[in-house]
């Protein structure tokens, strides 16, 4: 599956963002989802998952009651809500797939990636 990443941009604090990821290439319906972020000289963590159970949802706890992931199979789409955001929030997002995993968080399990999308917050 080929995934394409959008929706980042420079926001102040406690402003919000919706990015979103679409896919092709594959039964978007098998795949668990991730949304990962990654600073400058950090390595890529664990933002948001949904799983392809097509129930359960999970957060990093920096994030959780800030963020929201959801997905629409229908439109082959998962998207990430960023609300309250705070500079600590700047990192490029990507979006990841896979058809093995189902709650799993690490990154480097995950198969499939987007591009990534820039979020900048200022202060």
């Known amino acids: 599956v080929q995934l394409q990443a959008s929706g980042g941009g420079l926001v102040q604090a406690g402003g919000s963002l919706r990015l979103s990821c679409r896919a092709s290439?594959?039964?978007?319906?098998?795949?668990?989802l991730g949304w990962f972020r990654q600073a400058p000289g950090e390595e890529r963590k664990f933002v948001a998952l949904?799983?392809?159970?097509?129930?359960?949802?999970c957060y990093a706890d920096s994030v959780k009651g800030r963020f929201t992931i959801s997905r629409d199979n229908a439109a082959n789409a998962v998207y990430l809500r960023l609300n309250s955001l705070k500079p600590e929030d700047t990192a490029v997002y990507y979006c990841?797939?896979?058809?093995?995993?189902?709650?799993?968080?690490?990154?480097?399990?995950?198969?499939?990636w987007g591009q990534g999308t820039q979020v900048t917050v200022s202060s």
């Open positions: 990841a797939a896979d058809r093995q995993l189902l709650f799993e968080t690490r990154a480097s399990l995950f198969g499939n």
């Open positions: 949904f799983s392809r159970d097509g129930i359960t949802r």
């Open positions: 290439g594959g039964t978007f319906s098998r795949y668990t």
